[in-house]
């Protein structure tokens, strides 16, 4: 699903350099990245994404040389094979749940919206336990809804690859394995893959694999 | 288009306060200078409209604004009062048809104008239901009092007292609308004419009593001789003139020594109006004659003056609202940074960003547009009012 070969990248600011000789992640796999703070775990995912273009190296994300994507080319990638999970959730609060599930479709032309995906919001919504919540906005539900949300809006797309950023940092026990149970699921009904970086050592066991990011570090 | 346009909206009806500020701003900057375009439009239009058909005005030496506005816009401010003479003088020197005015009483906020049948043919006035004034005591009613009193030919109304400290003054006098003019559009839509000898009814010059020389209570005589009978202030004076009492009702004195506010001067000819002028141009001369669109021009040079320096004060307070809007726009884009950062990341173009934030700008400006539209819509149906209210009244 993702192969990584020879990856170099560094920021120009902060003297930051990562260097990744081979990584690779198979389809379905459910993989956590873990590592200190500053180790470069979000600046991984967003090279994944096409956020940003490595200096050197190839990254193939189902097939797909990212780094050769123009960059309309990896919006319309991004928007369409991967779907994020932030730590903040990143729900916009003047939109309803089912508005801000809907967001993706409403911000780019490669996706498109209709009845269909009205309905199929609906559904996962429901499967997700926040079926009575699609009038609310953001505020107005708990911390565990509203990551629930989230994934709602990253599966809605039906992505190849979920990239969840500490998914589960603002959660407390009970939400953070719900959290977990809900992406794990996912990963087995939609067929997709998962990388995540949490700092949660606990959850770590769950996980099919667990890469430890100081390795790739320069 | 339409998802920016809905999210532009989403945003914007849930951040409330902000977009209220913004639209109250925008469109206030808006309707300030078009409002006031409108309102002198209007005021030049009804202004001129009526100077411009009215060719002399005679009056009292003094302001020859005052006397034109009462004259013509039967304005509040009442003018050095003149003499039926000023009237009897144009007539004799056979240059031009006068037409005497007496425009100083009010009833029930609308100005009673006293002058004579001449004035209706002069300004092109119909009756549109009734009659005439034929009768003392009848009065011909504008429009618009018609509409606004709900009057018609056969209800009465009553004139006002001068103020309304004016206890021991004359008592008002209930007249009976004879008819009810056509709309013309004008000031005269606003107006209760009255013959001006029932101006001098109101103002107590002329009234009806009962017959002292047939009275038979002692209390109601002061004097008596065998030519003359002075009669006690305990004497009924008639408040409404009837077919009973009108014979009763007389004017003491001279009637060329009667007040009235001005005379409307209408030259038979150019050369009558010049020669007319030149009449009254003597230094020992107590009337004035005027040219109403030289005056009302020079009302409109000075209306003009200003609205230059309140567009130059607009100017500037838009200038300074644009800038205050322009930082609204500004903070609130560095403060939905993170929000921009993350649907960027989702998969959102920069154009489609730009999009959005032009979508909320759009609908702002949109929102302000339909609000000052609507006020203009209001100002607009109340230019008439407004104008009057702000230069006559």
């Known amino acids: 699903m993702i192969n990584i070969r020879q990856l170099e990248f560094h920021y120009q600011i902060g003297g930051f350099r990562l260097s990744i000789p081979e990584f690779s992640v198979e389809r379905g796999e459910r993989l956590a990245v873990i590592g200190p703070s500053g180790s470069g775990k979000t600046t991984l995912l967003n090279l994944i994404a096409g956020i940003i273009i490595p200096e050197r190296g190839t990254i193939g994300v189902n097939n797909v040389k990212v780094g050769e994507l123009n960059d309309a080319g990896r919006r319309d990638f991004r928007i369409t094979h991967i779907g994020f999970v932030f730590q903040d959730f990143e729900l916009l609060d003047y939109l309803s749940i089912l508005d801000n599930i809907l967001h993706p479709y409403r911000i780019s032309g490669a996706l498109t919206l209709n009845k269909k995906v009205h309905a199929h919001a609906a559904a996962l919504a429901q499967e997700m336990g926040i079926g009575d919540k699609l009038t609310r906005r953001p505020n107005d539900l708990s911390q565990g809804e509203k990551q629930r949300a989230a994934i709602c809006r990253a599966l809605l797309p039906q992505p190849k690859l979920i990239l969840a950023d500490e998914a589960t940092g603002n959660l407390d026990p009970d939400n953070k394995t719900l959290i977990l149970d809900l992406l794990f699921r996912a990963v087995e009904d939609y067929n997709t893959t998962l990388l995540t970086v949490t700092h949660d050592h606990e959850l770590l066991k769950r996980f099919d694999r667990v890469v430890d990011f100081k390795d790739f570090r320069l | 288009m339409l998802d920016s346009l809905y999210i532009a909206w989403k945003y914007i009806s849930f951040n409330k306060l902000k977009t209220t500020t913004l639209v109250a701003c925008i469109a206030l900057i808006s309707f300030l200078p078009m409002a006031l375009q409108l309102l002198l439009d209007e005021s030049e239009r009804q202004l001129m409209s009526r100077a411009a058909v009215t060719p002399l005005v005679i009056g009292a030496k003094g302001s020859s604004l005052d006397l034109v506005m009462n004259t013509l816009y039967f304005g509040d401010e009442v003018p050095e009062l003149i003499s039926m003479a000023s009237v009897e003088r144009v007539e004799n020197m056979d240059l031009a048809m006068p037409i005497p005015l007496y425009v100083r009483f009010g009833t029930r906020g609308n100005p009673i104008v006293g002058t004579?049948?001449?004035?209706?043919?002069?300004?092109?006035?119909?009756?549109?239901?009734?009659?005439?004034?034929?009768?003392?005591?009848?009065?011909?009613?504008?429009?618009?009092?018609?509409?606004?009193?709900?009057?018609?030919?056969?209800?009465?109304?009553?004139?006002?007292?001068?103020?309304?400290?004016?206890?021991?003054?004359?008592?008002?006098?209930?007249?009976?609308?004879?008819?009810?003019?056509?709309?013309?559009?004008?000031?005269?839509?606003?107006?209760?004419?009255?013959?001006?000898?029932?101006?001098?009814?109101?103002?107590?010059?002329?009234?009806?009593?009962?017959?002292?020389?047939?009275?038979?209570?002692?209390?109601?005589?002061?004097?008596?001789?065998?030519?003359?009978?002075?009669?006690?202030?305990?004497?009924?004076?008639?408040?409404?003139?009837?077919?009973?009492?009108?014979?009763?009702?007389?004017?003491?004195?001279?009637?060329?020594?009667?007040?009235?506010?001005?005379?409307?001067?209408?030259?038979?000819?150019?050369?009558?109006?010049?020669?007319?002028?030149?009449?009254y141009l003597s230094k020992q001369e107590t009337r004035q004659i005027v040219k109403p669109r030289e005056v009302i021009d020079g009302l409109l040079q000075d209306i003009f003056r200003i609205k230059n320096v309140l567009d130059a004060v607009i100017s500037v307070v838009a200038l300074a609202t644009a800038l205050a809007i322009i930082l609204v726009f500004a903070l609130s884009l560095r403060l939905r940074q993170r929000e921009i950062q993350t649907i960027f990341k989702l998969g959102c173009s920069r154009l489609t960003i730009v999009r959005l934030l032009l979508s909320e700008i759009f609908i702002t400006v949109l929102i302000s547009g339909v609000f000052c539209g609507a006020m203009i819509f209001t100002v607009n149906q109340y230019a008439n009012e407004i104008v009057r209210m702000l230069f006559i009244r």
């Not at chain 2, 004034?133 to 011909?140: E, H, P, T």
């Not at chain 2, 005269?188 to 047939?214: E, M, S, Y």
């Not at chain 2, 409307?264 to 007319?276: H, M, N, R």
């Open chain 2, 116 to 279: 004579t049948p001449d004035y209706f043919e002069f300004r092109g006035l119909i009756v549109a239901a009734g009659r005439q004034m034929a009768l003392l005591g009848d009065c011909v009613l504008g429009a618009k009092v018609a509409e606004i009193l709900d009057l018609k030919p056969g209800d009465s109304l009553v004139s006002s007292p001068e103020n309304l400290f004016d206890l021991a003054g004359i008592y008002p006098l209930k007249m009976k609308v004879a008819g009810v003019l056509a709309k013309s559009h004008t000031t005269d839509d606003l107006a209760v004419f009255v013959d001006i000898k029932t101006a001098w009814v109101i103002q107590g010059l002329g009234h009806g009593h009962q017959d002292v020389t047939r009275l038979k209570d002692p209390t109601l005589i002061y004097k008596s001789s065998e030519s003359n009978v002075a009669a006690t202030a305990k004497l009924y004076h008639y408040t409404e003139i009837t077919k009973d009492n009108i014979d009763t009702f007389h004017f003491h004195g001279n009637l060329g020594q009667y007040p009235i506010t001005a005379v409307i001067a209408v030259p038979y000819d150019e050369k009558s109006g010049t020669i007319l002028r030149g009449r």
